[in-house]
């Protein structure tokens, strides 16, 4: 193989060009020409197909650093409809014109849903991403365990949904433990419920946070680091009566309390809390929003005001309880680096899974107690439920304590070989010497897109054959 394409699609994470640089590095070694894609599927969209060679002469191009987080190639949601077979001959057809004889896709389960036709087309391999670490299998049979029913209102009309588990859980037998990005997102988000700790404990309020996540609680989950009072995850309906109980409790004894929610948490019948304002993105994904609001209003209602009179911490339950959104900034920023470290390994490990021939594989992160973290490749048919489809992984549920409202033992065992050490000695000498430096005040940003856009290049448009000169 000459020459590999790569592009990132979906959400960004901190960890891309960590991942980016993982393969780059893998290919420089192997005498292998990397070509970015620019905006993820988008660029194949487009006649044009702008492109960036990532490695001239076998060397990495200088954008290109592992420790900023995005990506410098871009990233969007678009995605190449299974569908739709004349898109897919479309893709296949310009990556072929660009020379690319293998493609490295960096993206979640949307991505690895849309590479299997592509996979019959042109090589391609995954590496895994995404902050809400959603890509994997709890178990290795967990795709044999979706069954599917008839719902005339949802997409194809048929609903998925999960049947009893008959297999063991063992943390060693996790398919992708964790996935390059998630880390990072714990880290800001648990350093955000301690931020919110100190104004909550001062003014004698109830604060609920919220995080991303989508369905999967383990965002949320990894919370537990910063503290929180209550996590709320999307795997458990909460008890809401337990939880008033457990505010009301905690407030009497400390004068506040901290609440994590995750963007999916659902109420008994299954609904979410946060889809009462619900829109959908490109592709087709639903965005949550307001579960951390929903959640205000119940505890508002369940409350009351004259509690909080009583204790004269407030006049209304409104102004003592307050929400805050993670947001955004759980996505952005420097990788920490655990992330960085397996990013780059993941991204290295494409690059050899494409070369030994290894079509439609993913590479992906193993953890057990003897080996420790170690990459590997994993057949994508696996993750594959009988339907074909490949759904996002829930956070298994007894890796939290629905009586606790905590991360279970189970829970903290799965999270400490992740964190343990997940932050670099450079990681906080980077912001001690980056963040106040004096020239961030007279100078203006650069942004990478300004550099990398002078390197990018263009396919020329298909000329049409005319009739031979006579
Ligand atoms: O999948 C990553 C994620 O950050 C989710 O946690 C979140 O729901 C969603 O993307 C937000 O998407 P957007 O950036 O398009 O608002």
Redesign the pocket.
């Known amino acids: 193989m000459k020459r590999i394409g790569i592009l990132t699609a979906?959400?960004d994470t901190p960890a891309l060009n960590a991942t980016i640089h993982g393969a780059v590095v893998r290919a420089n070694q192997l005498k292998v020409e990397i070509v970015g894609l620019i905006k993820g599927f988008n660029c194949l969209f487009n006649p044009r197909v702008p492109h960036v060679h990532l490695n001239p002469l076998y060397q990495e191009i200088p954008e290109l650093d592992p420790t900023k987080g995005g990506t410098l190639i871009g990233s969007s949601?678009d995605f190449v409809d299974p569908e739709k077979t004349e898109d897919l001959d479309l893709v296949v057809s310009r990556l072929k014109k660009l020379g690319i004889e293998g493609l490295i896709c960096i993206g979640?389960d949307g991505t690895l849903n849309g590479l299997q036709p592509l996979a019959e087309r042109l090589p391609v391999v995954l590496a895994p991403k995404?902050?809400?670490n959603d890509l994997g299998l709890n178990h290795p049979s967990e795709p044999d365990e979706w069954v599917r029913v008839h719902d005339a209102t949802a997409k194809a009309g048929f609903r998925y949904k999960r049947a009893a588990s008959n297999a063991v859980f063992d943390l060693d037998h996790i398919v992708n433990y964790v996935t390059p990005g998630y880390a990072t997102a714990v880290f800001v988000s648990a350093q955000g419920v301690e931020r919110i700790r100190t104004t909550a404990e001062s003014h004698r309020r109830i604060a609920i946070i919220e995080v991303?996540?989508?369905h999967s609680g383990y965002i949320a989950l990894g919370t537990a680091y910063g503290r929180p009072d209550i996590i709320l995850v999307p795997e458990h309906a909460p008890d809401l009566e337990l939880l008033v109980q457990r505010v009301k409790h905690l407030y009497d004894l400390q004068k506040n309390v901290v609440i994590v929610c995750g963007?999916g948490i659902v109420d008994e019948q299954g609904r979410e809390l946060g889809a009462e304002s619900r829109s959908t993105?490109p592709a087709g994904n639903i965005?949550?929003s307001g579960a951390a609001e929903a959640l205000r209003t119940k505890l508002i209602q369940m409350i009351g005001d004259k509690y909080f009179q009583l204790y004269r911490r407030g006049e209304s339950a409104k102004e003592a309880i307050f929400t805050r959104k993670v947001g955004?900034t759980q996505?952005g920023g420097r990788p920490i680096l655990f992330d960085r470290f397996y990013a780059a390994q993941l991204g290295a490990e494409t690059v050899d899974l494409l070369v030994e021939g290894r079509n439609n594989a993913v590479a992906v992160l193993q953890y057990n107690a003897a080996k420790g973290f170690h990459v590997q490749g994993y057949d994508a048919n696996r993750f594959r439920d009988r339907w074909g489809l490949i759904h996002a992984r829930s956070m298994y549920p007894a890796l939290y304590d629905a009586k606790l409202m905590k991360p279970s033992k189970l829970g903290i065992d799965y999270l400490m070989p992740i964190f343990t050490d997940a932050i670099g000695e450079d990681d906080a000498e980077h912001m001690r010497q980056t963040l106040f430096a004096a020239g961030n005040l007279a100078q203006p940003y650069h942004s990478i897109n300004t550099d990398v856009h002078k390197r990018i290049r263009y396919l020329k448009p298909d000329v049409a054959v005319g009739p031979a000169p006579v």
Do not use: A, N, Q
Request: avoid cysteine; glycine fraction near 24%.
């Open positions: 979906g959400g949601r979640g995404t902050i809400d991303m996540g989508r963007e993105d965005v949550l955004h996505r």
